[in-house]
């Protein structure tokens, strides 16, 4: 069929080409450094042109930025379409987690390129943002059809948590999933999907948390206001997205008082870490001498991580940040993260072992645990049409008892 071609036909196919191999650069340049940090001349070089080619294809950087994200809403339709295939809710998570993880070993083998994560969606310029956000809506409501379209308000709700909770899932899986050998994945994945299908809890076990009181002395007046929101703005613009002015502005302050805080913006970013690393091993701390069973201790932590995220509180920062810092305080920064997760599973190890929790893999229960606390955040629109303890229980719920249990419907 080659040898028939139209010279068209193959210039077409020559233009296809080099413009994908420049949206798998561009995709690589964002989850390294975001969209607002990549570059034409970082992408050219990546791909093996100069600048001026790469702006044949795309004319502004917003424009490549904007195609390497509908390239990735795209994928993610495809892969939903293919598990909205499969009869019973169960089976279409199980084969959407499937895909994902076909995808991520291919990526390790080196036969495929990852697609650019979504963070920085709404630090995008109109009228690409709202076309993009529209995008990522179809997506989320793709994916809670999954669970099915018709029933009650209640239903609906529960089936948001559990649709955000797996999609957030399959995206914090490149975090964690290249510390295994691509041989283990499938292991992996069935242990992941154990979790998804039964929940953390042992039989039996309920959902009646307290919520710790987490208090901290504030060494300089304001400076936890100041904090507070930064992570705001961060998490919703990005590191790059959310300057200095936005964030002074933000708390109705001069630039001069930013610099009172902190000397540069590396230093602001990893204070907010810091904060939401400290709250994340404060409410571990609390449960190690609280009343219960090790899954009372659990859900407990959970609970309060949850109300922290839904409240005024909150939130906490998300990882997707990380991305825009020096390597050096990101190496730090991803380093306490991984001792939270394994403290996360040092507590998942003593309900185990004390037979209020169920026998899961902890260290990838755990993996788990982290990205609900991380993800949350983007619930707190949801979260404000309910009760808070509802909005907790329900979004819980997901790891505790499992994607596919009725009892949350009857608290």
Request: hydrophobic share 45%.
């Amino acid at each position: 069929m080659s040898g028939t071609e139209a010279p068209a036909d193959r210039s077409t196919k020559r233009f296809q080409a080099k413009r994908d191999a420049i949206l798998a650069a561009a995709a690589d340049a964002i989850n390294e450094q975001s969209a607002k940090g990549m570059t034409f001349a970082d992408v050219a070089r990546r791909v093996g042109l100069n600048t001026t080619s790469v702006t044949y294809y795309f004319k502004r950087k917003e424009d490549l930025a904007a195609a390497a994200f509908e390239h990735t809403l795209g994928r993610l339709d495809a892969m939903l379409d293919a598990a909205l295939e499969e009869a019973t809710p169960e089976a279409r998570v199980a084969r959407y987690l499937n895909l994902n993880m076909a995808r991520l070993a291919r990526i390790g083998r080196g036969e495929e390129r990852d697609f650019a994560i979504l963070s920085d969606l709404r630090a995008m310029e109109e009228p690409m943002k709202s076309q993009l956000m529209s995008g990522w809506r179809n997506i989320f409501r793709k994916t809670r059809s999954l669970w099915g379209k018709d029933g009650t308000r209640a239903q609906t709700d529960l089936r948001g948590a559990r649709a955000h909770v797996l999609l957030e899932n399959s995206f914090w899986l490149t975090a964690w999933l290249p510390r295994y050998e691509v041989d283990e994945y499938p292991r992996v994945e069935a242990r992941l999907m154990d979790v998804f299908r039964h929940g953390i809890a042992a039989p039996g076990q309920g959902w009646a948390p307290d919520i710790f009181a987490l208090e901290h002395d504030e060494p300089e007046p304001g400076r936890e206001a100041f904090l507070l929101a930064a992570t705001r703005l961060i998490n919703e613009l990005g590191y790059r997205g959310a300057s200095v002015q936005r964030i002074a502005s933000e708390l109705n302050v001069t630039k001069g008082s930013f610099y009172h805080h902190l000397d540069a913006k590396d230093d602001l970013v990893a204070a907010c870490y810091r904060r939401s690393f400290d709250i994340l091993a404060d409410a571990q701390r609390l449960a190690e001498s609280h009343e219960g069973t090790h899954w009372d201790r659990l859900a407990s932590t959970i609970a309060t991580l949850l109300d922290v995220q839904f409240s005024e509180r909150g939130p906490l920062l998300r990882t997707t940040a990380l991305s825009g810092l020096p390597i050096q305080v990101r190496t730090t920064m991803i380093d306490r993260s991984n001792r939270i997760a394994r403290r996360f599973a040092g507590m998942l190890s003593d309900g185990i072992a004390e037979g209020s929790i169920r026998p899961i893999d902890p260290l990838v229960a755990s993996q788990a645990l982290m990205s609900i606390q991380n993800a949350a955040f983007d619930m707190r629109k949801w979260a404000s049409t309910m009760p808070r303890e509802r909005a907790v229980a329900f979004y819980a719920s997901t790891l505790a008892f499992g994607l596919f249990d009725d009892r949350p419907l009857a608290g």
